[in-house]
């Protein structure tokens, strides 16, 4: 997990973390000199406002639907300051439209619209196809968040997905790609429900046609898990030198390795093979090079991702005790009251009774403190610890998908066909290095340290929160009173405390 050199309370394994991540951002730089630049900015200011309401119940046909009310203002209906991004388009897609150009906003730049969360998950899931060459923020189905969230009450799920889509549409708000470039978004965040409910099937049909075209390519997929995945990231990295070595074989093997020499074609056959073969040939270097970084990416990102869940794990069983102190302190408070009530039959001690109750509330009030803190505050960073879990998920699925590009370079049938492909796998694998290097390491470092601000936060602020609500009660104020420090002896005792 990533922690920040500037706090010297964490120990010193977090300045090992810090420095760990700072040498890959260095690594990073070094390398990605040689590389061509973004046409898009590393960081930006957002692009538009998402405001998501409490989930709403519609009527449905069967059971009731769970909509989410989504609130959205952009900056800026014009996306003439940038340019269209350069996606390559793969043999396998040539016979279909990628949706791959300026969206057409509509005039008027606020639009509030009623969308499931399920559907947004779709529309995730295209964007995550149209731009294979960059990292889409994750949207975790919701099957994913009721297996993170088995703290949280049934109830609370929907508060979860609510925060989840917060995040998600702030991230996609940061992207001039996702914003101005897909021709879904517009309609996506601006046509009202009956309209969208019609449209949504075309939005349905074009995921359907890449997964159609991508099937044979993520069959090649070793990863058990992800963000369309139910279990656990598998170790890609174990065996990641016989993959190596298997892929820069087959490559190999698309050139001729000894044998008889076949008769000699005609010339301009012959040279159109020799160019062919140039292309196969370089393609043999730069899956050996490509499969290497982005394996040592993949083992470095999974080892950020067992961090975060690493922490995650004992500060869910921080929360459970703490919501365990709570109820005692609840039942402590009830304990008074009872106890309180006991002591006003007696004409004699109506006055202790009085200031029993006022203690029942002092404790009462601050166990709803810590529980208003908590419900807040401290679900608010494990819900962030499991997002940035997630978005690392969605970095590992952009890689395993360049993975899988090389190792269906061996099925492709034909070389003119194969040479296309091997020249497509190598310029998204080239603009999604590109992305991760300058965009991906750098915001994943800024969202770490802003979730430790938040992390440690949450605990300063969580006893001054406490205090602030027990200070305004009646019995707070009471006790000031040095008499009530005060023990005498003998009868005139009650009447002392009158």
Not at 95 to 118: C, K
Not at 266 to 293: F, H, I, M, W
Request: proline letters at 5%; a neutral charge.
């Amino acid at each position: 997990m990533l922690l920040s050199t500037a706090d010297s309370t964490m120990g010193p394994s977090s300045a090992g973390s810090e420095k760990m991540f700072q040498e890959r951002q260095q690594e990073q730089s070094t390398v990605s000199q040689t590389q061509c630049t973004s046409p898009m900015p590393a960081d930006t200011t957002p692009l538009a406002r998402f405001v998501v309401e409490a989930a709403v119940l519609g009527t449905g046909l069967v059971r009731p639907i769970t909509f989410f009310p989504i609130m959205m203002t952009i900056r800026s209906t014009s996306s003439s300051k940038y340019t269209v991004p350069d996606v390559p388009r793969g043999p396998h897609e040539k016979n279909m439209d990628t949706g791959i150009q300026r969206g057409q906003w509509a005039v008027s730049s606020s639009a509030q619209v009623d969308r499931r969360y399920s559907e947004l998950v779709e529309f995730r899931t295209l964007l995550a196809y149209q731009f294979p060459t960059m990292i889409v923020p994750p949207l975790p189905p919701k099957s994913k968040l009721e297996n993170f969230g088995t703290f949280l009450t049934n109830g609370n799920i929907l508060l979860t997905q609510q925060r989840t889509l917060v995040r998600f549409l702030r991230e996609v708000a940061m992207s001039p790609e996702l914003m101005y470039f897909s021709m879904y978004t517009p309609n996506f965040f601006q046509l009202p429900r009956e309209s969208f409910e019609d449209w949504i099937g075309i939005m349905r049909a074009a995921l359907a046609e890449f997964r159609r075209c991508n099937s044979s390519i993520d069959a090649h997929s070793m990863r058990k898990g992800g963000l369309l995945g139910s279990e656990s990231v598998a170790a890609f990295t174990g065996g990641s030198t016989t993959v190596v070595r298997k892929l820069v074989g087959m490559l190999h093997s698309w050139m001729g390795s000894g044998g008889e020499s076949p008769k000699a074609p005609p010339k301009q056959q012959q040279s159109q093979r020799q160019s062919v073969s140039a292309v196969v040939g370089a393609g043999v270097l730069n899956a050996t090079e490509d499969l290497n970084y982005w394996t040592g990416q993949m083992r470095f990102l999974e080892e950020y991702r067992e961090a975060l869940l690493g922490a995650a794990r004992p500060y869910l069983t921080v929360m459970e005790q703490s919501l365990e102190i709570v109820v005692a302190t609840k039942e402590v408070a009830e304990a008074l009251e009872k106890y309180a009530d006991a002591l006003g039959t007696s004409s004699v001690n109506k006055e202790l009774a009085r200031v029993t109750l006022e203690a029942s509330r002092f404790i009462g009030e601050g166990a709803i403190a810590m529980d208003r803190h908590q419900a807040k505050k401290k679900n608010e960073v494990y819900e962030r610890l499991l997002f940035e879990v997630s978005y690392i998920d969605a970095a590992m699925d952009a890689i395993d998908h360049v993975i899988c590009l090389w190792r269906h370079r061996n099925e492709v049938a034909g070389e003119q066909v194969g040479a296309e492909f091997t020249i497509y796998t190598s310029e998204v694998s080239n603009k999604l290095r590109n992305f991760y290097k300058n965009r991906f390491l750098r915001n994943f470092k800024l969202r770490m340290q802003s979730m430790l601000h938040r992390m440690t936060d949450a605990e300063c602020r969580f006893a001054e929160e406490v205090e602030e609500s027990m200070k305004g009660t009646t019995f707070a104020r009471r006790i000031q009173n040095p008499k009530y420090s005060e023990y005498v002896h003998g009868p005139s005792s009650s009447s002392s405390t009158s």
